[in-house]
C-alpha cells in the first residue's frame, strides 16, 4: 500500500509539471492580447486566492475541517489565518516572494532581454540548485550516484529538447542573470515549503503564498500602471487562458506541489521540473504549430530517463 501511494505522489508530480509546462502557451497568448506579465500573475493568483478560500471554508462533504494535529506537529486547519509562530510566517511570506512574486517578475522580464530559449534552460536548471541548497541546508536528504547521475542526464536532455535542434546561445548577462535569478529563488522556495509542510496544511500554506505573492507584486505597478480593462479581460479567449493559469496551474498545481514536496522530498520531486521543456515543446507543436526535431526526441528520451532514474534511486528522506 505505501508502494502504491508513493507512485500516487510521483503521478501528481507528473501532473502538475505537465500543467506548467503548458502554461508558456497560456501566457504567451495573453501577452499578445496586451495584458503584461505582472497583470497575468495578479489575475491568476486572485483566481487561485479566491478558490482555495473556498475550499478551505466549505471542504468536501464527509472529510473533518480539521485533523488531529500529527505527530510532527503539524497544525492541520486550512482555515487559519496565522501560522503558530512569527517566524513561520516570515517564512510564508520569504514563500510568497520566491515561489511567486519575484519567480514569476524575474522570468518574465528575462524574455524582454534575452532569447526564450536561454530563459527556458536556465530557469528549468532550477532542481540542480535545489538539490544543492538541500544537500548545503537540509539533513533529510543525501545525495546518491544514481540521483546525481540522473539529474546531470536530466540537465542534457533538457538542453535537447530546448534549443530543439537549433544550437545558437546568444548570451544576455542582463536576461541571463534574471533568468539564473528565477531558477536560485524558485530552489529556495521549494526548501520553504519543505519546511512548512512538516507543519501546516497544505491549503493554508498554499493560501499564503497566493496572498504573499500578490502583495509583493503589487509595487511594480507604481512605475508600469495597469492597463488591462475589464472589457478585454472578459473576452472568451483571455477568460479561458485565465482560468486555467488561475485554477489548474495555480491552485491545483500549487496545492498539489506543496504536497509532492512534503511526501517525496525536495530534490526527488524538484526533478520533475526537468520534463516542462518537454511539455512545452508538445503543447507548442499541437497549438503552435512548432516543429519537433530528432534532437528534441532524443533529448525527451534522455529527460525521462533521468527523471526515472534520479526517482527511482535517488536520494533517501526521513
Not at 213 to 226: E, M, N, R, S
Not at 244 to 251: D, H, I, K, N, R
Amino acid at each position: 500500500m505505501m508502494n502504491r501511494n508513493r507512485y500516487l505522489y510521483h503521478l501528481i508530480a507528473l501532473a502538475a509539471v505537465t500543467v506548467w509546462g503548458l502554461t508558456f502557451i497560456s501566457t504567451k497568448k495573453l501577452i499578445q492580447f496586451g495584458i503584461t506579465p505582472e497583470e497575468i500573475f495578479v489575475l491568476r493568483f486572485l483566481v487561485a486566492y479566491a478558490g482555495i478560500w473556498v475550499l478551505a471554508l466549505f471542504p468536501a462533504r464527509g472529510a473533518s475541517p480539521r485533523q488531529p494535529a500529527s505527530a510532527a506537529g503539524q497544525v492541520d486547519s486550512p482555515r487559519r489565518l496565522w501560522a503558530a509562530s512569527w517566524k513561520d510566517e516570515l517564512l510564508l511570506l520569504l514563500g510568497g516572494i520566491t515561489g511567486g512574486s519575484v519567480y514569476f517578475w524575474a522570468e518574465n522580464t528575462a524574455l524582454s532581454y534575452t532569447q526564450a530559449t536561454n530563459v527556458s534552460f536556465i530557469v528549468c536548471t532550477a532542481p540542480l540548485y535545489t538539490a544543492l541548497l538541500s544537500l548545503l541546508i537540509e539533513r533529510k536528504e543525501r545525495a546518491t550516484l544514481p540521483l546525481l547521475f540522473g539529474s546531470l542526464l536530466a540537465v542534457v536532455g533538457m538542453g535537447l529538447v530546448v534549443y530543439n535542434g537549433q544550437f545558437v546561445l546568444k548570451l544576455s548577462p542582463l536576461g541571463d542573470i534574471l533568468s539564473l535569478t528565477a531558477a536560485l529563488v524558485w530552489a529556495c522556495y521549494s526548501l520553504i515549503m519543505r519546511r512548512m509542510s512538516d507543519r501546516y496544511h497544505t491549503l493554508f500554506i498554499t493560501r499564503k503564498i497566493f496572498f504573499y505573492g500578490i502583495l509583493t507584486i503589487l509595487p511594480t505597478f507604481i512605475y508600469k500602471p495597469w492597463s488591462a480593462g475589464m472589457s478585454l479581460l472578459v473576452q472568451p479567449a483571455i477568460l479561458f487562458n485565465l482560468l486555467f493559469l488561475g485554477v489548474l496551474a495555480s491552485l491545483v498545481c500549487y496545492a498539489a506541489w506543496n504536497l509532492v514536496l512534503r511526501q517525496l522530498g525536495t530534490v526527488r520531486a524538484s526533478n520533475y521540473i526537468y520534463l516542462n521543456p518537454v511539455f512545452t515543446l508538445l503543447g507548442s507543436a499541437l497549438w503552435l504549430s512548432e516543429q519537433i526535431t530528432a534532437t528534441a526526441l532524443l533529448g525527451a528520451g534522455c529527460i525521462l530517463a533521468g527523471v526515472y532514474w534520479a526517482g527511482k534511486r535517488g536520494g533517501n528522506q526521513s
